[in-house]
């Protein structure tokens, strides 16, 4: 398995849904006391080249990180970005993870992403045992795997390519036929038509999948779907809970369609994923001794902040995080969602989004319906962000590291940005020693096009964009 990585390498990204903010603010929804963000202790498992770990590391200074992983290729090529980033918070290890021990210590927060459901079942013990040994007694674990029955069309195809490819061992020709199979399915028109409509959306996606990635998760020797229900089982016989979920919006039933089926928590999750036909989870779990009082979303917004990515459709319609669409019945709802849309990727607190409501009653209801349809998320950590322009401006040097080599850059809310072109070169001069007027001087000579007169003109607005990303630093 180890040789596969490190012959066909898995891009390692940023999942903020991993970020300790995420993990301690559905832990304080039920009732946790999860360590302070600033602060913790940190471990994942399946690191890959520590893309994740490297942006934790370098906004979360006062933190301990520690990654591992099986393969050391990935390793080494995350150990090169640690050493010229200098961040000597973060410890990269190749190892089995079964190695963990008492040793490694004690973590706030265990990570482990796309790894459960991709490994034998001892590996998937191993983990689980892992999980309960080294978390702390407020320490909270996450967990991601493929789920039934949303999963059954993509393990039909799966099982197709695994079996069109059985005896082809070349890695390239193993996507490239596996892709073929696929299509040989759908072009015969011989599935029912049922089949055909679903087993042809999921081709789309299989279709949409980067090799490396469909090389791992749909050609690898492991891959096991299950029911919530059975992890959870699973995870109780290591002695560990349920806590909720990493997309906290999941957690919810907003339109009250489990309300006279059962009032067991468990229950209206494995229920939920039966009527959503969920594919995927990002489960949370704790020791099973820490008792969990569950106190309810409203008795608590205003321990929280809030952010949310807004824009205001030709409808009237506002749309936020994940697509989700609101028509504002009242002007508050309105004022609130352009408050956060104004600020984001940055959170504003409920003090401070009180005078937008109008009062706080009418805020909890209007942030109440924001979480739960998932329109925005909630937060335990106020980033901290450079929002003005300064006269040498100076950008963040992991987002300049970072544009040497890519269009992605991870800003201050370990969030993803894609700059184009000009935006990459840009960042790269923005050390703190130029002055704007040296900034764009400097960019004119990099690019011909645009010319010195309209990166003048334009410098000003593309800087405080920046800003607004939470690209620049004081």
Not at 32 to 51: F, H, K, S
Request: hydrophobic share 40%; glycine share 6%; with cysteine.
């Amino acid at each position: 398995m180890v040789e596969s990585y490190n012959d066909v390498p898995y891009h390692s990204k940023v999942h903020f849904d991993m970020h300790p903010d995420r993990l301690a603010a559905v832990g304080k929804v039920a009732g946790m006391e999860p360590a302070p963000v600033e602060q913790c202790r940190y471990l994942e498992i399946g690191c890959g080249t520590g893309a994740n770990l490297i942006g934790l590391a370098y906004y979360l200074p006062r933190a301990r990180f520690v990654g591992v992983d099986l393969a050391e290729n990935p390793i080494a090529e995350g150990e090169i970005a640690r050493r010229e980033l200098q961040l000597d918070n973060l410890a990269l290890r190749a190892a089995d993870l079964r190695e963990i021990d008492a040793a490694w210590g004690e973590f706030d927060y265990i990570a482990a992403h796309g790894l459960y459901s991709w490994v034998p079942a001892e590996v998937q013990k191993a983990l689980l045992r892992i999980c309960r040994e080294r978390l702390a007694p407020e320490g909270i674990a996450f967990i991601s795997y493929n789920t039934l029955p949303g999963r059954h069309a993509r393990q039909y195809l799966r099982d197709l390519m695994m079996f069109h490819t059985r005896a082809i061992e070349d890695p390239a020709q193993r996507i490239l036929q596996a892709r073929a199979s696929v299509q040989l399915l759908l072009s015969k028109g011989r599935l029912p038509e049922p089949w055909q409509a679903l087993l042809s959306k999921e081709a789309e996606k299989v279709a949409a999948t980067p090799d490396n990635q469909l090389f791992h998760d749909d050609l690898g020797l492991s891959s096991e779907p299950l029911y919530f229900s059975d992890f959870i089982a699973r995870a109780a016989a290591h002695e560990l809970q349920y806590v909720g979920e990493a997309d906290p919006f999941e957690m919810f039933d907003p339109g009250g369609l489990l309300t006279d089926i059962s009032e067991e928590l468990l229950d209206r999750e494995q229920y939920m994923d039966f009527l959503k036909a969920r594919m995927f989870r990002q489960t949370l779990l704790c020791r099973a001794e820490r008792n969990l009082s569950r106190p309810s979303l409203e008795d608590c917004l205003d321990g929280f902040l809030y952010s949310a990515l807004t824009r205001t459709l030709d409808d009237g319609q506002i749309q936020g995080l994940r697509s989700i669409r609101i028509k504002p019945v009242h002007e508050a709802s309105r004022s609130v969602a352009a408050a956060l849309g104004e600020v984001y990727p940055q959170p504003l607190s409920f003090a401070d989004l009180v005078p937008y409501a109008g009062g706080e009653a009418a805020l909890r209801d209007i942030l109440t319906g924001m979480v739960i349809s998932g329109f925005a998320d909630f937060h335990v950590y106020d980033f901290p962000c450079q929002e003005t322009v300064t006269d040498r401006p100076v950008a963040s040097r992991l987002a300049r590291y970072q544009a040497h080599e890519s269009s992605m850059v991870v800003n201050a809310c370990c969030r993803s940005v894609n700059l184009d072109e000009i935006g990459r070169q840009l960042i790269q001069l923005l050390d703190g020693t130029r002055s704007h007027e040296k900034i764009a001087s400097d960019l004119a000579r990099m690019t011909t096009d645009p010319g010195i007169k309209q990166i003048r003109k334009h410098l000003s607005g593309s800087l405080e964009w920046m800003a607004r990303a939470a690209l620049l630093e004081a």
